[in-house]
């Protein structure tokens, strides 16, 4: 019965009228309905905001084909390789003496009282940053051409197999990267008049919760995805970074201090700590790549290998962990102790991000700790 009280003779669905009103009902339920005509999709950049959140990361290693130019002498031995050096069969030995032993060697390296060869990486050639604006001797020079660049990082490790393209670490590190959100790194730029050129922006870092937006392929992320700022468990992560974009690229200037999310393996939560930490990227309103560079804290590099590794996966790739920390402390060129010893390493780090929509849980202007 209507809602007026009235009534109305009943209509059978089986007539001819019925059916037809039936029908164009369904029909016009199928097509798409617009209220006005089709409009391109408003940009991603929305009251001078932007995010992005990383995707693949890669410590910067100028690599050829084969390797002879950067690593002549070949590449370094990993754990199953040097125990056998060390302690080669044909002896009696004790578990202290022998395994014990080499676990003590790769928590407490100084401790250690051998020094197995190591080849450093060769040539002048590298990817990274000029960090300290000068020139000197040990600096590398860019593809490119540009003098000074500081990646003493990358003497350390580029003749390392697992760090290199295809190797265990290269590829493990970005598998659990995508898979998991212990190092899910949000980047939120505010304060932009121009993704092209802007004098003046702001540069915020977060940890992420959710899953990346994955393509169809399975090879590659999406633009356009949402990630929710974690505020309750990580809001050491969250830092401020001032910069200006110019001609599309982002440059920040150095941050005295940064933790920067960085799990290696599945359900472990690790970090890394950089000193005069700056940003490159190339940026667009889909996408930003380029370079994340500054100075390695190199115990808590040391820390983070150990933590996620054991030695039984470092020595998938040959990674030596009592050898590869000695040569970055070796190698060390920045922040000295008290004792005049360098505690940091410059490196450079390639980034790959893709835009993605922050939802906070307070406004952002309330987010950033004081430092």
Known sequence: MPSDGTSHPAVSLRSPRALAAISAVLIVGTQPVHAGPLREQTSAL????IGYVLTDRYWSL????DGKTECPKGFNDGPREEFKKLYPPGK???????QLQWEGSQWHPSTSNYRLPFHEAQGKISYGLNLDGKVGPQDFVSPDGEQGIDNQFYRAIACVDS???GGSLYNFENTFLQQYPDSRLLIELTHVDDLVNDDD??????RGMNSLLGGATGKDYLAGGTQRVDMRWSKDYVFQLKGKIVDGVLITEPIEWIMVPWAMTANVTAFQ??????????VTPERAEGLMAGYVDVQRWHHALNTNLSTHHMSYGRVSSPSVVSALQRLADGYPDEAGRNTAISAAVDLKMVQVYLVHPTPAADLVSSR
């Open 46 to 49: 929305r009251d001078g905001r």
């Open 62 to 65: 100028y690599e050829t084909a």
């Open 92 to 98: 009696k030995r004790s578990v202290l003496d022998a």
């Open 163 to 165: 760090f290199r393209v």
């Open 201 to 206: 922006v702001t540069v915020t870092t977060y």
């Open 273 to 282: 700590e950089f000193r005069g930490m700056r940003l490159k990227l190339k």
